[in-house]
């Protein structure tokens, strides 16, 4: 058991858990958490390194002796790969292509399971992702799960002027074997599809409500 309080936030891609978490945390003065960032870290390092993705034991070794670090600066969590700072790189169009079929690899979620585990030692957390409330962090006490329509989250990637392709990772992340996108036991479900900015804002409220009520 944890001792720091932990927030999950789960949900498929564009579904405005990263803008709602990042609220949240500030609010709280938590740290918040993208677990996304760190499979798109491992991912943006196996292409640099060529790790043929489709052998477990290669995958495993090159873990084990890979230089993978995070630092908090300005209180926005960096991550290093072999001393580099990857953030810049994280929405890189080979980055979109190649994080779903990695993170679906059980050697690389256990790996990073006990990294987000740990980080709950350290800090009371505003995690968001596709597992958090059900696999990483089942016992927290405030989960939530964000959702809208496909359209409107395709519409959301293209405005931010990133290619990528959520309907085919949403598909991959629910359909795997090892840790699915679900709906964490326990988790309010939030509809963001109609909600401008300000409404948005109105759930992170909500949210917060909640928070307090539970406490
Ligand atoms: O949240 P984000 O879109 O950055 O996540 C990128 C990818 O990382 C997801 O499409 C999914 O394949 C993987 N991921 C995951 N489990 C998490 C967070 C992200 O499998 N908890």
Redesign the pocket.
Known sequence: MFIHQVITI?G???SG??VAGQVLAEKLGYLFV???????AL?WAADRYKIDLSKSEVIARWLEQLSFQHKIIDSELHLFIDGQDVTSH?NDEVV?KL??????IPVV?NF?FTR?RSLADQYDLV??????GS??FPEAKYKFYLDASPEVRARRRANQGII?S?TQ??Q??ST?TT?P?VIPEGATVIDTSNLTIFQTHQAIEQMMEKIKILS
């Open positions: 789960d498929p891609a564009a858990k990263s993208s677990s996304g960032h760190f499979y798109r991912a994280l979109n994080v779903s079929p990695l993170a679906a979620r990073l987000f995690m968001e992702g596709r597992d958090i696999v990483v990528d959520v990772r949403d991959q992340d795997r840790a996108l």
